[in-house]
């Protein structure tokens, strides 16, 4: 079955950028969704965005201008680009599997999420 | 952005009793295509969120039988017909009928 396992600093410097990897094993990346999803004891939970096998990506408008979501530099990794961060960024950062609930895949469900990986944005 | 709403915040309940979860959005989640675009998810203690019902009222693979979704248009509602010591944790609804996709502020149950 398909694992996702989340990893990259804990630890960013405000202003920097943030780089995350999600590594997906046991499955193939194709047909699905690629989901990141944060939470912080501020704000719950909040998506970020998704990228899907084509290439193409859907980002939440109020981080559009500072987030990447892309194939990591291995073909079953997806990477998750944040820039210039506040501590307002400091969450920890799931990745989600999204895949098609309905026969002609017009709805996605996050049916297989990562543990997580804790970021503090902090000098 | 759409806003999720839920009530309780925080759900006590006597193991074996029924439990009840409203959640509402800001906007209609029923799709032209006929699908009501609701999910919810269980973050059970120093855990990931997992699926527990999707669009509106299905429940995702091997989630229990007492486990129930229901609604329409911009009310739902989650119920557990007898909870379990395993049911505890945060409940959350999900909007993705429009981008961004948005959570409600979850629903902590614990057993009383």
């Known amino acids: 079955q398909v694992q996702l396992q989340e990893s990259g600093p804990g630890l960013v410097k405000p202003s920097e950028t943030l780089s995350l990897t999600c590594s997906v094993s046991?499955?193939?990346?194709?047909?699905?969704?690629w989901s990141w999803i944060r939470q912080s004891p501020g704000k719950g939970l909040e998506w970020i965005g998704y990228?899907?096998?084509?290439?193409?990506?859907n980002y939440n408008p109020s981080l559009e201008s500072r987030v990447t979501i892309s194939v990591g530099t291995s073909k079953n990794q997806v990477s998750l680009r944040l820039t210039s961060v506040t501590a307002a960024d400091t969450a920890v950062y799931y990745c989600?599997?999204?895949?098609?609930?309905?026969?002609?895949?017009?709805?996605?469900?996050?049916?297989?999420w990562g543990k997580g990986t804790t970021v503090t944005v902090s000098s | 952005d759409i806003v999720m709403t839920q009530s309780p915040l925080s759900l006590p309940v006597t193991p074996g009793e029924p439990a009840s979860i409203s959640c509402r959005s800001s906007?209609?989640?029923?799709?032209?295509?006929?699908?009501?675009?609701l999910d919810w998810y269980l973050q059970k203690p120093g855990q990931s969120p997992q699926l527990l019902i999707y669009?509106?009222?299905n429940r995702a693979s091997g989630v229990p039988d007492r486990f129930s979704g229901g609604g329409s248009g911009t009310d739902f509602t989650l119920r557990i017909s007898r909870v379990e010591a395993e049911d505890v944790g945060i409940y959350y609804c999900?909007?993705?009928?429009?981008?961004?996709?948005?959570f409600g502020p979850g629903t902590k149950l614990e057993i009383k």
């Open positions: 989600a599997r999204e895949s098609c609930s309905t026969a002609s895949c017009q709805h996605y469900y996050m049916d297989v």
């Open positions: 046991g499955g193939s990346m194709s047909d699905s969704y």
């Open positions: 990228m899907y096998d084509s290439g193409g990506a």
């Open positions: 906007l209609s989640l029923l799709h032209s295509n006929g699908y009501t675009y």
């Open positions: 669009l509106g009222s």
């Open positions: 999900m909007q993705n009928i429009q981008s961004p996709y948005t």
